[in-house]
T-cell receptor, first 113, second 116 residues
Framework: GNSVTQMEGPVTLSEEAFLTINCTYT??????LFWYVQYPGEGLQLLLK?????DKGSNKGFEATYRKETTSFHLEKGSVQVSDSAVYFC????????????FGKGTLLTVNP | NAGVMQNPRHLVRRRGQEARLRCSPM?????VYWYRQLPEEGLKFMVY????????ESGMPKERFSAEFPKEGPSILRIQQVVRGDSAAYFC??????????????FGPGTRLTVT
């Protein structure tokens, strides 16, 4: 079946540091890929997405590129801020039931001033 | 513009009791999805509902769990005779159309169920 594996946390960085959170997936065919972010006390919000190979999703300074050859969708940001502290979830959807999101376990990011 | 509302945010039940979790979708949304996050796991799809219809319940445990989305009022996820293994965070999402390609699912803050 489909699955998502993402980097174990927690990740702690200083403000303005470079961020990478790794995400790899297993799926037959070509899934759509997503990153969701959950701020403390809130619901998950879609951060960015990519629906086909080599697409780059970007939003709020975050980027991720859909790499079919390595089945990866790593999240990156060049300079993190304290306000980026949150839990980040990688997810995919696929096929005829593309409303079903399959999530990774989440990575807690803490950014210190 | 209120987002997806879930209540209660925290729910404690003793083994054998019933748990009722409520989800009010975003205004104008008629598609609701429930996900469960067990400790140390990712969110897992449970069920997809439209008004008065269950579209896909393939992720629901076969016994004790049921879901509804009536014509009026919130969607309800009901767990009968709860056991300790039901302790988890339950998230609801809604969308204005089916699917995730272009139709974003908006998530609520979740209900954290603890079974003692």
């Amino acid at each position: 079946g489909n699955s998502v594996t993402q980097m174990e946390g927690p990740v702690t960085l200083s403000e303005e540091a470079f961020l990478t959170i790794n995400c790899t997936y297993t799926a037959t065919g070509y899934p759509s890929l997503f990153w969701y972010v959950q701020y403390p006390g809130e619901g998950l919000q879609l951060l960015l997405k990519a629906t086909k190979a080599d697409d780059k999703g970007s939003n709020k300074g975050f980027e991720a590129t859909y790499r079919k050859e390595t089945t990866s969708f790593h999240l990156e940001k060049g300079s993190v801020q304290v306000s980026d502290s949150a839990v980040y979830f990688c997810a995919l959807s696929y096929g005829g039931s593309n409303y079903k999101l399959t999530f990774g376990k989440g990575t807690l990011l803490t950014v210190n001033p | 513009n209120a987002g997806v509302m879930q209540n209660p945010r925290h729910l404690v039940r003793r083994r054998g009791q019933e748990a009722r979790l409520r989800c009010s979708p975003m205004k104008g949304h008629s598609h609701v999805y429930w996900y469960r996050q067990l400790p140390e796991e990712g969110l897992k799809f449970m069920v997809y509902l439209q008004k008065e219809n269950i579209i896909d319940e393939s992720g629901m445990p076969k016994e004790r769990f049921s879901a509804e989305f009536p014509k009026e009022g919130p969607s309800i996820l009901r767990i009968q005779q709860v056991v300790r293994g039901d302790s988890a965070a339950y998230f609801c999402a809604s969308s204005d159309r089916e699917g995730t390609r272009g139709y974003e699912q908006y998530f609520g803050p979740g209900t954290r169920l603890t079974v003692t």
